[in-house]
């Protein structure tokens, strides 16, 4: 199976008591396969490889202090995300604060999932949306209509267990679809710096 297909290892945010505004990662651990997911009943679920139950957390099981500490930090966190874009001469005050609004207005509105910038979608990672094509293939090859959502394809996923989602990426089809959307976003990026690239041409310093 291709190393694209393997979850990629995702570092912990410490969540820190009452108002202090840090954000400390664990340190990486090198060779270890460890991922998160929310299923449908809102339990999140820690895997880590074969061979390794995952670990279930439910936020019931939480003392009310740190289930406000922690909603707190995720949302920063996803407001932050509203800003991973902004570089160089495009940071400013005024692009951040903007940046943060549009983040804050969301959320008031329900949206948690943040557009990707020129595409107009929300950003789901790329193995949900291959599982959403993938869906999509085969209803089409069963003649079934397909009206399912990237939303609802997402929560589906999400509840899939380690072993049903090591089926699945073993699938040629599921592969395919994966290397598809692949391309398809490499395609997107390839637009996008086109048209940054020709409006900076005229200040290239060579």
């Known amino acids: 199976m291709s190393e694209d297909l393997q979850p990629a290892d995702e570092t912990v945010n410490t969540i820190v008591p009452e108002d202090t505004p840090v954000h400390t990662p664990e340190p990486e651990k090198k060779g270890r396969q460890m991922f998160f997911t929310q299923l449908a009943d809102g339990t999140i679920q820690a895997g880590f490889g074969e061979g390794i139950d995952p670990l279930n957390l439910s936020l019931l099981d939480l003392p009310e202090t740190i289930t406000t500490a922690a909603v707190a930090e995720g949302i920063i966190s996803r407001l932050r995300g509203y800003t991973s874009k902004l570089v160089d001469d495009k940071r400013t005050p005024a692009t951040l604060a903007e940046a943060v ?12 999932k943040i557009e990707r910038e020129g595409t107009g979608t929300v950003d789901f990672p790329i193995e949900v949306e291959a599982a959403f094509e993938f869906k999509k293939q085969m209803a089409a090859k069963k003649g079934v209509e397909f009206t399912e959502t990237l939303e609802t394809v997402a929560v589906a996923f999400a509840a899939l267990t380690d072993e049903q989602k090591k089926q699945l990426k073993a699938l040629s089809r599921y592969q395919l679809c994966y290397a598809e959307v692949k391309a398809k976003r490499a395609a997107e990026k390839v637009a996008v710096l086109r048209k940054q690239a020709d409006a900076e041409e005229e200040n290239a310093p060579l």
Not at 101 to 112: D, Q, S, T, V, Y
């Open 101 to 112: 609004a549009k983040g804050m207005e969301n959320l008031r509105k329900g949206i948690w």
